[in-house]
């Protein structure tokens, strides 16, 4: 199966998860994944929430930001991943002045 993102539209979600701004988002999913090319634009967040029964592994495609990870501050950047596992929090936030695009993938049980 080739997911091509660019024929996906792309939807507007506010204050994803309790953050700042809005997320854009081109979706598929079925009943074992989510699939997600995302974009925050500056100043935006997706809120802090905790994975019960699923995880997450984001990856970024372009830009910086900080990842809130069980409590702790770090940076990520483009090239690199980002996994939070079942039971554990994080929250993304974009503190540049560019867009941070990334890739998201949360497995459904």
């Known amino acids: 199966m080739i997911l091509n993102f ?8 506010p204050h994803f998860k309790g953050g700042e701004k809005e997320m854009a988002i081109r979706a598929y ?5 989510r699939i997600m090319f995302n974009r925050l634009i500056p100043g935006a967040s997706v809120g802090l929430h905790t994975h019960e029964g699923s995880s997450e592994i984001i990856y ?12 702790e501050e770090l940076r990520i950047e483009a090239g690199q991943a980002h996994y939070c596992p079942d039971g554990h929090g994080h929250s993304l936030i974009n503190d540049t002045d560019r867009d941070l695009v ?8």
Do not use: C, M, R
């Not at 660019?6 to 979600?13: F, H, L, R, V, Y």
């Not at 970024?60 to 409590?71: M, Q, R, T």
């Not at 990334?102 to 049980?109: G, R, S, T």
């Open 102 to 109: 990334f890739f998201a993938v949360v497995p459904q049980q």
């Open 60 to 71: 970024v495609l372009e830009g910086s930001a900080k990842v809130v990870y069980d409590g």
């Open 6 to 13: 660019d024929q996906i539209a792309e939807t507007i979600a």
């Open 29 to 33: 999913a079925d009943e074992k994944n």
